[in-house]
């Protein structure tokens, strides 16, 4: 998704997809945990999930 939004200039709506990960994930009774994102600048995309019942992910 970032290599097209890149070549076809739609990073601005780029960080709009990578939130709403975050709906998606949750609503899918999860937790997203993200680092960085090619979208903010990162060089790659880390994250993880798990469910959202986890006491400790790590």
Not at 22 to 27: A, C, F, R, T, V
Not at 33 to 40: D, E, F, G, N, P
Request: hydrophobic fraction near 35%.
């Amino acid at each position: 998704m970032e290599k097209f939004a890149r070549e076809n200039g739609y990073l601005d709506l780029l960080p709009l997809c990578c939130d709403i990960d975050h709906i998606l994930i949750e609503k899918n009774k999860a937790v997203l945990y993200r680092k960085q994102t090619l979208a903010s600048g990162g060089k790659i995309c880390d994250y993880w999930i798990v469910g959202d019942k986890n006491k400790n992910p790590m």
